[in-house]
Structures are given as structure tokens and as C-alpha cells.
């Protein structure tokens, strides 16, 4: 896996997971050993701003406002769909291969996390959710947990750190547009691109 092969995401249905945590991206302490990060953000507030970022969660934006090319076995939101995402040109470039390993797609908070699986630089996982708070607020949460696993990652940390780091800020700018997007589009006149 990795630079100049193309993994088929439905491949790796079966392939073990490169931690033993899984899951623990939902519990209030992430597990020892790792590098742990929590990112919280008010994007917006009402019920349709929550819809339209839980839409884009269960939609795989964060992960394209990156660049990244996304081929998966389904959507975020089913557990045990693979997801391969592509850095780089599409023969050029360096597959990162995660499957679900759990998802909330109901309710007032609505998210998922992915696991690493071979291949992936970084052992751990992510979890992106978006919540409706009691006041209206729109609240977005990216946790992880990981630590380096490829020697090329390891060989470089803090380039993978700040590639980690550079990630996140761009999955949470999309999350902002995204609770925006339809707001924006309200106040233009038709047919003039202007407000």
C-alpha cells in the first residue's frame, strides 16, 4: 500500500485494524500511549445549520476540502465501510486506508470515526461530530488519537505533525462553509452573483 499503488478499498474489508482501541475516540479519555488531540468549534446555530454540516460530515467534505481523492465502500455513517483516501496525483499518489468503526447518523449529535489499517502513516483514529446544543448552537468536535506507524512518518515527525495539524484546520473550515453555504446563497440576488 502506499506510494504508487492503488489500493481497492473493498480489499480491505477484512484487514485487521493497527490498534487495539477501537471505539475509544467516543469515550471522555482517549487511551495512553498516543498523542491525543480534541478540536471544538461553534459553527452555527439552529436546526438547519446542524443538518447541513451533519450532511457534509456523512459526506466525506472534510476529508475532499483537503485535496484528498475519497474512494469508499459506502458512507461514513455505516460502520465497516472502507475508505481510502488519495494524497497526492492519482498515480503518484499515497493511499490512506480507514475503515468506520463507529457511526451516529440520527439524532441531535451525528458523526463517525475511522481506524487506521495498514498502510496508513499513523496508527489511531479520528472521529468527526457535529451536535446541536440544547441553546441552538451548532457544535463541531474532531478527536483523535494516533502515533507514528510507517517509517517514513517516523523518519520525519514533525512534518507529519504539521501535515496532521494542517488537516484539521481545513476539515473544520469546511464545516464552517458548509454551515454558512445555504445562508450565502439566501442573500444574493438571482441571476447576479452579488448580495
Given at each position: 500500500?502506499?506510494?504508487?499503488?492503488?489500493?481497492?478499498?473493498?480489499?480491505?474489508?477484512?484487514?485487521?485494524?493497527?490498534?487495539?482501541?477501537?471505539?475509544?475516540?467516543?469515550?471522555?479519555?482517549?487511551?495512553?500511549?498516543?498523542?491525543?488531540?480534541?478540536?471544538?468549534?461553534?459553527?452555527?446555530?439552529?436546526?438547519?445549520?446542524?443538518?447541513r454540516v451533519?450532511?457534509?460530515?456523512?459526506?466525506?467534505?472534510?476529508?475532499?476540502?483537503?485535496?484528498?481523492?475519497?474512494?469508499?465502500?459506502?458512507?461514513?455513517?455505516?460502520?465497516?465501510?472502507?475508505?481510502?483516501?488519495?494524497?497526492?496525483?492519482?498515480r503518484l499518489?499515497?493511499?490512506?486506508?480507514?475503515?468506520?468503526?463507529?457511526?451516529?447518523?440520527?439524532?441531535?449529535?451525528?458523526?463517525?470515526?475511522?481506524?487506521?489499517?495498514?498502510?496508513?502513516?499513523?496508527?489511531?483514529?479520528?472521529?468527526?461530530?457535529?451536535?446541536?446544543?440544547?441553546?441552538?448552537?451548532?457544535?463541531?468536535?474532531?478527536?483523535?488519537?494516533?502515533?507514528?506507524?510507517?517509517?517514513?512518518?517516523?523518519?520525519?515527525?514533525?512534518?507529519?505533525?504539521?501535515?496532521?495539524?494542517?488537516?484539521?484546520?481545513?476539515?473544520?473550515?469546511?464545516?464552517?462553509?458548509?454551515?454558512?453555504?445555504?445562508?450565502?446563497?439566501?442573500?444574493?440576488?438571482?441571476?447576479?452573483?452579488?448580495?
Amino acid at each position: 500500500m502506499g506510494l504508487l499503488r492503488a489500493v481497492v478499498p473493498a480489499d480491505l474489508r477484512d484487514t485487521p485494524l493497527t490498534y487495539a482501541e477501537v471505539g475509544a475516540t467516543r469515550a471522555p479519555g482517549m487511551p495512553a500511549g498516543y498523542l491525543h488531540g480534541e478540536w471544538t468549534e461553534v459553527v452555527g446555530s439552529g436546526r438547519e445549520t446542524f443538518e447541513r454540516v451533519a450532511a457534509a460530515v456523512l459526506d466525506w467534505t472534510p476529508q475532499r476540502s483537503t485535496g484528498l481523492r475519497v474512494r469508499a465502500t459506502g458512507s461514513p455513517g455505516e460502520v465497516g465501510t472502507v475508505v481510502v483516501l488519495t494524497a497526492g496525483l492519482p498515480r503518484l499518489g499515497y493511499d490512506i486506508p480507514c475503515r468506520v468503526v463507529w457511526a451516529s447518523t440520527t439524532g441531535d449529535e451525528r458523526g463517525f470515526a475511522y481506524g487506521t489499517l495498514p498502510g496508513h502513516p499513523e496508527s489511531g483514529e479520528e472521529c468527526f461530530t457535529v451536535r446541536l446544543a440544547e441553546g441552538g448552537d451548532v457544535v463541531v468536535t474532531i478527536r483523535v488519537f494516533s502515533r507514528l506507524a510507517t517509517p517514513t512518518a517516523r523518519a520525519v515527525p514533525p512534518v507529519a505533525r504539521f501535515v496532521q495539524g494542517l488537516a484539521t484546520r481545513r476539515y473544520l473550515s469546511s464545516l464552517r462553509r458548509a454551515a454558512t453555504a445555504d445562508a450565502i446563497r439566501s442573500t444574493r440576488s438571482p441571476g447576479t452573483g452579488r448580495r
